[in-house]
């Protein structure tokens, strides 16, 4: 199942939301990226789940 499709099944109002921040932004927003901005917005308390997606991979050469 698609990441898109699974999101609209889980959780209708949060897509719903980030469509409309997409067509607020006339497509320059990305769905994956409006759909963590929407549901940031619902729901505070997951930024940090949304911080943990764009974190720099650890490349394993620190020292």
């Given at each position: 199942m698609k990441l898109s499709a699974l999101?609209?099944?889980l959780d209708p109002a949060?897509?719903?939301l980030a469509l409309r921040l997409r067509t607020?932004?006339?497509g320059r927003m990305s769905y994956d990226a409006a759909w963590r901005?929407?549901?940031v917005t619902?729901?505070?308390?997951?930024?940090v789940y949304r911080h943990?997606?764009?974190l720099a991979?650890?490349?394993g050469d620190e020292r």
């Amino acid at each position: 199942m698609k990441l898109s499709a699974l999101r609209w099944l889980l959780d209708p109002a949060t897509s719903l939301l980030a469509l409309r921040l997409r067509t607020q932004e006339s497509g320059r927003m990305s769905y994956d990226a409006a759909w963590r901005l929407a549901r940031v917005t619902r729901h505070p308390d997951e930024m940090v789940y949304r911080h943990h997606g764009h974190l720099a991979e650890d490349c394993g050469d620190e020292r």
